[in-house]
């Protein structure tokens, strides 16, 4: 397959992880970033994501917790039925809700794929945030093929301990990155408890000073976000609608 051997080549790298103390492991971050996409090397129908994304249509997955600032958060993401159409290749939409002491803060749409080896792609996002009611700016929103920006990886099909992986790439605006820490976590969360997780490090270029880590359930999904340096917040699985 054309465009995963370019990710294979170009993006993903094992690497010599960080002290157990630094959350932030070492990444080239400079490493030269292309990825050609063949809409052939994609699946159109059944498109049901991987062990550690599943893509659901019809489920929305509710997540609670505390912002920085000691705040009530409430998480809705919404894997919906709709698709869209993205450099001739089949994204399922997911709709995400953040709100912060009962208020709209922060309203997404999500475009999701899945290729033919399992790897579940991430497409682009249109995002809006939100003070007192009001849309206040859309930053942070891409689409592949526009403007230079080209999908990433959100779940690798096999995830090995040390890989690293681009999420997003929208130059200057967009460039998550991810580097798997566990494959055998183990975290409890209200919705229940759960063994052999991925555990990762997920963290912007833009904004190295800010990691975050996540662990994904085998099944389920992501069932809790947590800040681990720059931000302290976190969101835990509540219950799935």
């Known amino acids: 397959m054309k465009n995963i051997t370019l990710y294979a080549l170009l993006f993903i790298a094992l690497m010599r992880c960080g002290k157990d103390e630094d959350p932030v492991p070492e990444n080239p971050a400079d490493t030269p970033y292309d990825v050609a996409i063949d809409p052939n090397d994609f699946e159109t129908t059944s498109i049901v994501g991987n062990e550690f994304f599943p893509l659901i249509p019809e489920k929305t997955y509710v997540y609670e917790g505390k912002s920085d600032e000691g705040g009530d ?42 290729d033919k080896q399992g790897n579940v792609w991430y497409f682009g996002e249109a995002t809006q945030t939100f003070e007192n009611g009001q849309v206040t700016g859309t ?59 991925l555990q990762t490090a997920e963290w912007s270029l833009l904004e190295t000073g800010i990691v975050g880590q996540k662990y994904y359930a085998p099944g389920v999904g992501v069932v809790k976000s947590i800040g681990v340096k720059g931000e302290s917040g976190y969101e835990d699985l509540k219950e799935i609608q």
């Open 73 to 114: 958060t409430r998480i809705l993401v919404a894997y919906t039925s709709k698709t869209k159409m993205i450099q001739g290749v089949t994204c399922v939409e997911v709709h995400d809700q953040a709100y912060e002491n009962g208020s709209l803060v922060e309203d997404t749409y999500d475009w999701y794929a899945q």
């Open 139 to 197: 930053k942070g929103s891409w689409e592949a093929g526009v403007n230079g920006a080209m999908p990433g990886i959100i779940m690798l099909a096999k995830p090995l301990v040390s890989m690293w992986y681009r999420q997003e790439y929208f130059k200057g605006e967009a460039e998550d990155v991810a580097q798997v820490l566990s494959s055998a976590a183990s975290v409890s969360v209200p919705y229940g408890s759960f063994e052999n997780c």
